[in-house]
């Protein structure tokens, strides 16, 4: 009999059919908006202060600290402890001092910071899609009022930066409460942000309100000790102030005569603000058109920003992303508080990259609910994205390459100017290089901004005190020695002549004309005390 040969069917497995993932280019891309970004920042660089007279006296307190004479006012003839500013910067200046004696130093530092925004920007929104990603990696990139301070010797780029920093190690340090040395590194990350900028106490408060809602005591305990020391060697070493609470509760710090706010008008300040705010300020930051629109443009502009920043807020709040808005609310509600005069683009610098986050967010969901209504064709026929993104995705899009091209003019009209003054500007500053040229090392001039002539001038300086009480004004000048006074033409201020003019008139021969100038009229006095 033959064997019957039975035949074993060899049964294949199959393998799982792949399902190709697309290519993350995240990395390529931030990659390449870095290097954009300091081809833009190189093109407007300046290796010289702002008339803004503050990096002035950033500069000089980390002069201070660098040649060991403590956190003091050296451009004043008795070097008053620094009672205002925080100390984090100036340490930061004053190492940077130690390499390069010049601003320049400083201000590649500055830049350094600015880039770190950027790819710090790029770590807090990774994961998140595409068309909320790009969008707004390349708006905080080319921000035109970005741009603008990360050139500047100035606290808000750092304080941005931290923050950001601060926040990417929170979230980290939650998901991996085990580990140590994230949970410190996270800790001393959160305690940068009120040592660069006094506003930094939002984020603070942000924090503590943040890690109490999360029962996570530990971080809670560990920022308030933080800011314990830390804040306590600030106060160590400036002495007992409080400037930033009496500017907050004085009507108007240019007329301090006018005394401090009742409560019915502190109401009034913030509902000014507020209208101030989303009608003004928000849309000049975030969508810098200059003197290039009309106000009503303007004014259309900022409202429907404020009111997609709004949506997107609301929208991370309600999906108890609290972190972050709890800090937007906070910090709004500072700036709410404070004197009208000063609400300007400047104080939203260190919060845009959240503000075109809420922005793009705003717009996405809006958007959304449009496209549910109306679904195009072309959905149908040219993208595999489900008709309900469709329309959303493409108007930020469209939108966030409008805003880019805006921003990236703001920085190109901007190459020039960086590099000219105004003839104000070019006046003061021949008065400080002739009162560096024709005066002893010992004299005292009395100006508008002091800082900015002590550092051309090498000369000791003051501001003159802003009252009208003219014997009061005489005896400042006697009892701080005062040589010379520059009566300036500045454009933007007339501080100048609404106090020390009086004081000249009442007192014509105590003041004799050392040096003039034309277009605008410039002077510096000689101050002759008989």
């Known amino acids: 009999m033959k064997k019957k040969t039975s035949k074993k069917t060899k049964q294949v497995e199959k393998k799982p059919v792949s399902t190709p993932v697309a290519k ?20 407007q660089f300046s290796p010289s202060l702002c008339t803004n007279g503050d990096n002035a006296r950033y500069f000089i307190l980390g002069k201070s600290l660098a040649q060991g004479s403590g956190y003091r006012q050296i451009d004043q003839p008795d070097a008053p ?58 708006l905080v990139a080319f921000s035109g009022y970005l741009a603008e301070f990360n050139s500047y010797i100035m606290s808000e780029t750092p304080y941005l930066s931290s923050s950001l920093l601060a926040i990417i190690l929170l979230y980290r340090s939650l998901k991996n409460t085990n580990n140590r040395l994230l949970f410190f590194c996270a800790i001393g990350a959160s305690l940068l942000p009120v040592n660069f900028r006094s506003a930094g106490i939002a984020f603070s408060v942000a924090w503590l309100v943040f890690v109490i809602m999360k029962k996570q005591y530990k971080y809670l305990i560990a920022h308030v000790i933080g800011l314990i020391v830390t804040l306590g060697a600030t106060r160590i070493l400036s002495g007992d102030s409080t400037p930033y609470i009496v500017q907050l509760l004085q009507k108007n710090s240019y007329i301090p005569e ?30 810098p058109l ?30 108890k992303r609290w972190f972050i808005s709890l800090y937007i609310f906070f910090y709004f509600g500072i ?11 400047r104080f939203i610098i260190g919060i845009i990259p959240f503000l075109y986050h809420y922005l793009i967010l705003g717009m996405f969901i809006l958007a ?117 006074v520059v009566i300036d033409g500045f454009y933007w201020s007339r501080t100048t002549a609404k106090y020390m003019s009086p004081v000249i008139l009442n007192h014509p021969k105590k003041f004799k004309v050392v040096y003039a100038l034309q277009r605008p009229h410039t002077y510096v006095l000689e101050f002759v005390d008989q």
């Open 258 to 287: 006018l005394g401090l706010v009742t409560f019915t008008e502190m109401i009034q300040r913030i509902l000014n603000n507020i209208g101030t705010y989303s009608t003004l300020v928000i849309g000049q930051a975030l969508v």
């Open 335 to 345: 700036l709410c508080l404070w004197q009208e005069q000063w609400s300007s683009t």
């Open 81 to 138: 402890k620094e009672k205002q500013y925080p100390l984090g910067l100036p340490l930061l200046i004053s190492a940077a001092q130690k390499v390069i004696h010049t601003p320049l130093g400083a201000k590649i530092l500055i830049s350094f910071f600015g880039v770190l925004s950027t790819l710090f920007c790029f770590y807090w929104l990774k994961g998140s899609a595409w068309y909320i990603l790009y969008p707004v990696l390349s």
């Open 24 to 43: 993350d280019y995240s990395g390529v891309f931030v990659k390449l908006l870095v290097v954009l970004q300091l081809l833009l920042l190189g093109l």
């Open 368 to 484: 959304q609910s449009i496209s549910k209504r109306k679904i195009t064709l072309a959905s149908e026929l040219f993208t595999n994205e489900s008709k309900k993104t469709f329309f959303a995705t493409k108007t930020i899009v469209g939108v966030s390459a409008i805003l880019l091209i805006v921003n990236i003019s703001y920085q190109a009209g901007a190459i020039p100017i960086r590099w000219k003054l105004s003839y104000d500007w070019e006046n003061f500053f021949s008065c400080a290089d002739w009162v560096r040229t024709h005066t002893g090392k010992s004299a005292v001039v009395i100006s508008r901004k002091p800082g900015l002539f002590y550092l051309r001038s090498n000369r000791s300086s003051l501001i003159y005190p802003f009252s009208h009480d003219v014997d009061n004004i005489i005896t400042f000048l006697r009892k701080y020695k005062v040589t010379h």
């Open 290 to 319: 200059g003197n290039k629109a009309s106000p009503d443009l303007i004014r259309t502009i900022s409202c429907t920003a404020t009111l997609l920043i709004f949506i997107g807020w609301l929208s991370q709040l309600i999906e």
